[in-house]
């Protein structure tokens, strides 16, 4: 199991640890409802360090990301971000992927820690002819999530949504984004290894409360947004998981494009809240209440803090809209409603 460099004070404050993705990650520090609550009504405290981080530069950066992703990160200003993918060539997802422009040919690509080096291999094959250089970059990753994160990291509201800029937060030099996996408002902090034990202490102390791993779960699912392995696998696109607005079409050759140009779904990914108590899960089947027909399944389900009820994403068959549908929770049948995504939306 790999640590990140955080690892030290997240046992000083009796964190729970789980493998994930061959990283032995926090889990919770006490409560993982308690922490939930915590992000959604003032500020949580993420460690993010197992995510992967892959610089790409040179004089063709931007016009091979433009073929190795679905977007058109030409298009990005230095300074801001933009949420992708890399795709294979059958238009699956490989993996979900928010990419910052440094400069004017430098970018910071972030993946998901279980595909890390699937994407860093994935972009070095299909590199070739294009003067760029692509590296894993070894570097700390804090997150501060919650609507008091601005006053907590340090007063920044000159930061745009998915935007990123250097800057300093406990005295240390960092580079500071603004994105978010919760729903809610909240930064990213990159720092060197060396300082992030310091700059955790100084947000903690500034009134974050630590979060792991399972309220992170289901503050995602709440704001509805897609978690590899789950919604998105190598047998989805990103037009069956209601995602093809990221996709530039019109870009005349990129990875996966052909596949997705003549790609037609017939599935949907869709929101499910339960009548019942029994929360749905992943891989239980969603069915037609009256003829007992499988018409799709769960891909991700909890009982929501927020909500007090449970909430459920799930790929079904489309335009069931009209009809009553159940899911089977361990051999019993629970009603559920389709609804629009997100289940939480901040007030703003």
Not at 262 to 280: D, I, Y
Not at 297 to 302: H, M, Q, R
Request: hydrophobic share 40%.
């Amino acid at each position: 199991m790999r640590r990140t460099a955080l690892y030290d004070v997240h046992q000083r404050l009796g964190a729970s640890f789980t493998g994930f993705a061959g990283w032995e990650m926090p889990l919770r520090y006490g409560s993982d409802v308690a922490e939930h609550h915590a992000v959604r009504r003032s500020a949580g405290l993420f460690d993010l360090g197992h995510m992967g981080q892959i610089a790409v530069a040179g004089p063709d950066a931007a016009a091979f990301l433009d073929h190795a992703l679905v977007g058109r990160l030409s298009a990005v200003k230095p300074g801001r971000a933009k949420y992708t993918m890399l795709c294979h060539t059958t238009g699956g997802v490989l993996d979900d992927l928010v990419v910052y422009r440094l400069a004017e040919q430098e970018f910071l690509v972030v993946a998901n820690a279980a595909n890390a080096q699937v994407v860093r291999a994935m972009l070095g094959e299909h590199s070739g002819g294009f003067a760029v250089t692509i590296e894993s970059v070894d570097r700390a990753l804090i997150a501060v999530q919650g609507p008091d994160a601005v006053t907590i990291a340090g007063e920044h509201p000159d930061l745009k949504y998915y935007a990123i800029k250097p800057s300093r937060v406990a005295g240390k030099d960092v580079l500071l984004a603004r994105t978010g996996y919760t729903g809610e408002d909240g930064f990213e902090i990159y720092c060197a290894n060396e300082d992030a034990a310091s700059i955790w202490a100084f947000l903690q102390e500034a009134g974050a409360q630590p979060a792991g791993l399972a309220c992170r779960d289901t503050l995602r699912l709440e704001a509805g947004m897609p978690l590899y392995g789950h919604e998105l696998t190598i047998r989805t696109t990103p037009f069956d998981a209601g995602l093809g607005r990221i996709v530039a079409l019109d870009k005349r050759d990129f990875v996966g494009g052909e596949a997705l140009r003549s790609h037609s779904s017939s599935r949907e990914l869709v929101g499910l809240v339960s009548k019942g108590r029994r929360s749905p899960r992943a891989g239980h089947a969603v069915v037609d209440a009256e003829t007992g027909e499988t018409v799709g399944e769960v891909t991700s389900g909890a009982p929501s803090p927020t909500l007090g009820h449970p909430i459920a994403l799930a790929y079904v068959t489309r335009s069931l809209d009209s009809r009553r549908l159940a899911v089977d929770v361990r051999g019993k049948r629970e009603d559920v409603e389709i609804v629009p995504l997100p289940f939480y939306q901040r007030s703003r």
